[in-house]
């Protein structure tokens, strides 16, 4: 069973539905704030897909951190309702027999909060966790409201001319090794390497409200990106996950037209198109489309766009609802 979470008379009202038919969510949760703590807790997941309406949680794990030091880890493996196909095992690491004597989502969960407590949450992507623990905590009856930083939008702003910036290419950046890619446990302790580099590197130019201060929207000129679509906002905010990044769109989308989903994506300094190549950042599936492929199968693009992530390339499969929950 999956979670809908509705909002009645100024209130937040959640009830089950079936994973596979969900309608669209707008989770209960934290904001997104730009800080330099001393103590915090970083954290990952490792997921089946992208979307946490349709997919499921494999692995937690997350480091308290006091001083710069990790004082404090939890990782755990997490059993998933079905088995997980082979493409995810690859590229995680992570079996189906690995998978077959762990605990539920519903047993993991509640000590995973308790370890996060009320801090404040680190992580790099972090609002693709804080997704998925969101849903999986409202959808057992607890709530994940904590606020949290998003590294990758430090490092874009301290590697402004680096063309990706993924968690492996800021470890390259700050010369941090990455043990094993893709699992949680290593992944949080790569984080924490980086997040503290990163603090210093920003605190040796500017006090900590400065530095958050360079965080807001920028006059950007107006430009047309493609026929017919052409900005029309004058500021952007660089430091967003679709900046400069080529999105394309498949399958029919339930939100809005096609067109107007282009605009979102050049009101935000993106690229839109139509084909997956080596140049894509980003694929969009109509939530349709997503729900169908999570059942039986997936599309060729979709297949196109994992051989591209297996080759190494930077692309990211995203159900258009998670899209949504990206740009809101």
Request: aromatic share 8%.
């Amino acid at each position: 069973m999956g979670i809908v979470i509705e909002i009645v008379d100024g209130k937040v009202v959640v009830r089950l539905s079936d994973k596979s038919d969900r309608e669209q969510v707008d989770l209960p949760k934290g904001k997104s704030i730009v800080r330099m703590p001393s103590e915090y807790v970083c954290i990952d997941t490792e997921t089946t897909g992208l979307d946490f309406q349709y997919c499921d949680i494999i692995e937690l794990a997350a480091a308290r951190v006091k001083d710069g030091q990790i004082v404090d880890t939890f990782s755990e493996l997490v059993k998933p309702p079905q088995e997980i196909d082979e493409f995810i095992e690859k590229l995680t690491g992570i079996t189906n027999e690995m998978l077959s004597t762990a605990r539920s989502i519903k047993e993991v969960i509640p000590d995973y909060l308790d370890f996060c407590g009320d801090s404040v949450i680190v992580g790099h992507n972090v609002s693709f966790d804080v997704n998925f623990i969101c849903a999986a905590a409202e959808e057992n009856g607890l709530h994940f409201q904590n606020d949290y930083i998003d590294e990758m939008r430090i490092a874009r702003k301290l590697f402004p001319n680096e063309e990706h910036h993924r968690l492996k290419d800021v470890a390259k950046y700050c010369c941090v090794e990455q043990e094993k890619k893709h699992r949680a446990g290593s992944d949080v302790e790569t984080t924490v390497h980086c997040f503290e580099i990163m603090k210093s590197m920003a605190l040796e130019s500017y006090t900590e409200d400065e530095f958050s201060g360079l965080f807001k929207k920028k006059y950007i000129p107006k430009r047309e990106v493609i026929s017919g679509i052409s900005q029309t906002v004058d500021e952007i905010d660089e430091s967003n996950p679709f900046y400069e990044k080529v999105v394309v769109f498949t399958g029919a989308l339930s939100r809005m037209a096609r067109k107007d989903a282009w605009q979102i994506v050049v009101n935000m300094g993106g690229i839109p198109a139509d084909s997956v190549t080596k140049k894509t950042n980003f694929l969009v599936i109509g939530n349709e489309d997503f729900a169908a492929s999570v059942k039986n199968g997936k599309t060729s693009k979709m297949k196109r766009a994992e051989k591209l992530q297996e080759d190494g390339f930077d692309i990211v499969t995203l159900s258009e609802d998670a899209f949504f929950s990206m740009v809101e």
